[in-house]
């Protein structure tokens, strides 16, 4: 079935007279504390722990793919590209239009992102995922330009407990995790705690691209009166080896060839730890104050296998901070006002070992140090008008300052420019106005103003290059800024049916971005226009039909050649890896209590390769299986059959020196695991 007959499928669906369960109860912890999800005026998704644990997710990109207006581009071993109401972005604009949260703190620190931010995440043991589509900057600060993503880790149980699992499949893919969890009875409940680890070995679908990782995640959580202490830690470790694009469509469609791995010297090791921890106290009889230092540090090495160079890059940063918000809640009135500060030292080198290749040198191309400020503060006012309106307005203002200082020669060395010693200076301000209105019972719609920004990268800042028609400089780079506005509807109707539909249109400028040949554009415009669904329908009490669709246009308003013969950006051209048309449909069945079975559906649209709509690919369409079976209370087994098919699909497409290039999708794949809990 083509995009267009998926569309369709949908609407047919979503004017069914039936559908799934309620979710007004539905809370999620978008303004940094818990806050019902239908009192909200934007898109927030959750995807719980129960149906987490049941997808058992090989890569983060399989759980996120049941969020409308969500594509993430699974890339080698934990490798992915995101889009979030936008197409597939790389580079600089790839690492900084996504904000990736763990239990509501940044991964990474601002300026510092990485394009593959989410390998960090402990999703394999998270207890939900939510994830707020469109600028959000309001509350959450630089880098929500296009979305959010937050990991959640599991609350401590109030009874003791232990989880385990292992899993098995056709690809040698081998996955174990535990969690332990409980409170303290002898402290009289005042004291929780939870434990999760998780690793993964795997051969890899392609030749040389194994992959190991480990995780670790650690929660105490103190709860005496009105104090309570919430302290988390994480740790990860990941070693794997890397494939490359393969080159032409023959290949793609070509069983043998397409595990061929031209790459098999690239590798990626990237190790990163966390800690933070919640403070909350009430300060009165209506206010609330919460205050979480933490601390975070990355490191990775990887081989840039992608560029003619091959070159070795070493990236890492430490950070302290701290996050702090007042709430306070008075009749009609709600208020949330806080203050952010972030410290962080960072380094970056790259260095060629092969001979020089064209204007890619041997030797050293970067080695630098950052030190960086980030500091911002937030108010937001929500007014209830009446008993079926509410208003919201909300402002941040962020401050970034970054401290260069260039470890080597200054200057052009090939095609690799290195800046002097500088300091730079952003500050930006980020609004957001929302009205919601309860039109019936069960029926409720929003409209909103937002806008996020974003500093520039350092990459962006600090890493250049003068292989172009106009040698690039640092100082091009503005700070990034979209504007977005967002009309919802919500409706719930007969206890069975759940519909959310969304429609934005978005405008962004200053942007600064990379394109497949190496060519920056820093003053680049977009368009972003298109309309979300969600749709829940409960067939029967045991059968249940989901469907998460969403159809959009983003597109250049801008033109430019980027470089003679190569590629030329055209206004009104769609922007490179932006498929229209993404759905994803499940299909449920309990037949018994201790069965569940489930099909899924995920259909991709086609999308242009290249900025100058030269090329394309066709889109896929791939069919997964799941059942569980509980065998006791505490002992269940599962099994799982992805791309039912068997069909010859590309995770991603691109178009590159003047060749189609993609790293192929796994083909049909039968897995086998045990889950316990006692």
Partial sequence: MNGVGAFVVFLLLAAAPIAAADDAALVVTAERRPHPASELPRRISVIDGADLQFIGADHISEALARVPGVNLHRGSGAEHLTSIRSPVLNAGAGAGSFLFLENGVPMRSPGFANINGLFDAHHEIAGGIEVVRGPSGALYGANAIHGVVNILTPAPSDAFSVFAEAFGDTEDRYKWKGTMSGGNDAHGGAHGFFVGASAVSEAGYREDAGLDQQKLTLRHLYNRDDVSIDTIFSFQNLEQETAGFIFGEAALNDRRLRRENAFPFAFRDAKSARLQSTVSFDAGENTQIKITPYARWNDMAFLMH?????????????????????????????????????????????????????????????????????????????????????????????????????????????????????????????????????????????????????????????????????????????????????????????????????????????????????????????????????????????????????????????????????????????????????????????????????????????????????????????????????????????????????????????????????????????????????
């Fill in 306 to 678: 992608f560029l003619p160079s091959r070159a070795l890059e070493n990236n890492s940063h430490w950070s302290v901070g701290v996050q702090s918000a007042v709430y306070h809640d008075a009749g009609p009135w709600s208020l949330i006002a806080g203050v952010d500060a972030d410290y962080t030292e960072g380094a970056l080198d790259e260095f060629q070992e092969r001979e020089t290749v064209f204007s890619f040198t041997q030797g050293l191309h970067y080695d630098y140090e950052i030190k960086a400020v980030n500091a911002s503060g937030f108010v937001q006012g929500e007014y209830a008008l009446g008993q079926k309106t509410a208003m919201i307005a909300a402002i941040r203002v962020d401050g970034t300052v970054y401290d260069y200082d260039n470890l080597t020669d200054t200057g052009v060395v090939g095609r690799f420019l290195r800046p002097g010693d500088r300091t730079d200076s952003f500050l930006t301000a980020s609004p957001k106005f929302s009205i919601r209105h309860d039109v019936s019972e069960g029926l409720s719609g929003y409209v909103s103003y937002a806008r996020g920004t974003r500093p520039p990268q350092t990459t962006d800042l600090y890493r250049l290059q003068v292989d172009t028609p106009d040698a690039q400089t640092g100082d091009r780079a503005q700070p990034e800024k979209i504007d977005a506005i967002e009309l919802g509807l919500r409706g719930r109707f007969n206890d069975r049916l759940r519909v959310d539909v969304t429609g934005f249109f978005m405008s962004k400028r200053n942007v600064f971005f990379r394109d497949a040949d190496r060519f920056n554009v820093a003053d680049g415009k977009t368009r972003h226009v298109g309309v979300e669904a969600d749709v829940a329908i409960a067939l029967t009490d045991r059968l249940d039909l989901h469907s998460a669709v969403s159809y959009a246009r983003h597109t250049y308003r801008f033109s430019r050649a980027l470089a003679p013969d190569v590629e030329t950006i055209t206004f009104g051209n769609d922007v490179d890896t932006a498929p229209r048309l993404i759905a994803n449909t499940r299909l449920t069945w309990r037949p018994l209590d201790r069965l569940q079975m489930q099909a899924e559906w995920v259909s991709m649209g086609a999308y242009f390769t290249d900025a100058a709509n030269a090329n394309s690919y066709d889109g896929h369409n791939l069919l997964h299986l799941r059942a569980e079976a509980a065998m006791t209370e505490g002992i269940a087994v599962f099994v799982t059959l992805r791309n039912v098919t068997d069909a010859l699909y590309a995770e991603r497409a691109d178009f590159a020196f003047g060749e189609d290039r993609y790293f192929p999708g796994e083909t049909r794949t039968l897995g086998f695991g045990l889950r316990a809990k006692f």
